[in-house]
């Protein structure tokens, strides 16, 4: 079946640091999209992504579809505090079914 | 507008006993999915609705596990009878299509 890599698995980085993930996949998908979780909290849309090559940017967050269909990377830049948490790349080929990373735990210290 | 509510937040059961989860989506979204979280492990897809039709239910574990959708509201999830490697959190995900999913905060769901 389809399978997604990210990596690092975990991050621990100063505040003010940036911050760089990627997302890898056999397989190739329609829109790419990146996730964040905090503790006891589901996943929330950062950013989605609908074409290759496309790069696109939310604030201080910015991603890219990878030209193959079969990667993406996000990057965060001046880290704070409060970008605390898990995140997931997911893609999905059909409807808004997504397929999930393992995520990337990111910690940060003020 | 209210997001994707799930009830309840924190379940805790017994091996062997029934649990039902809740799922209310975003008022006007067709798409409702079920994805869960098994402890260190990725979120997995397991089912998704369209209005009150399974569309796609290739991820259910087995037939434990019983989603319904009457009348393309809200969504049940029942898992009868409950096994410990069920715990994990469940959560709920509506859509209008090719928008982007937004997801609920989850239930927690441990079986002792």
């Known amino acids: 079946g389809q399978q997604l890599n990210q990596s690092p698995q975990s991050m621990f980085i100063q505040e003010g640091e940036d911050v760089s993930m990627n997302c890898t996949s056999s397989?190739?998908?329609?829109?790419w999209l990146w996730y964040k979780q905090d503790p006891g909290e589901g996943p929330v849309l950062l950013i989605a992504?609908?074409?290759?090559?496309e790069l696109t940017s939310n604030g201080r967050l910015t991603a890219q579809f990878g030209i193959t269909r079969k990667d993406s990377f996000l990057n965060i830049s001046a880290s704070i505090p409060s970008d605390v948490g898990i995140y997931f790349c997911a893609g999905s080929t059909s409807y808004d079914k997504v397929i999930f990373g393992p995520g990337t735990s990111l910690s940060v210290i003020p | 507008e209210a997001g994707v509510t799930q009830f309840p937040s924190h379940s805790v059961i017994e091996k062997g006993q029934t649990v039902t989860l809740r799922c209310d989506p975003i008022?006007?979204?067709?798409?409702l999915y079920w994805y869960r979280r098994v402890m260190g492990k990725e979120i997995k897809f397991l089912l998704h609705f369209v209005k009150e039709s399974k569309q796609d239910e290739s991820g259910m574990p087995n037939n434990r596990f019983l989603a319904e959708r009457t009348g393309g509201t809200y969504s049940t999830l029942k898992v009868q009878p409950a096994e410990l490697e069920d715990s994990g959190v469940y959560f709920c995900?509506?859509?209008?299509?090719?928008?982007?999913?937004?997801f609920g905060q989850g239930t927690r769901l441990t079986v002792v």
């Open positions: 995900a509506s859509s209008l299509r090719g928008l982007g999913a937004f």
């Open positions: 992504l609908y074409k290759a090559g």
């Open positions: 008022s006007g979204h067709d798409n």
């Open positions: 397989s190739i998908f329609n829109t």
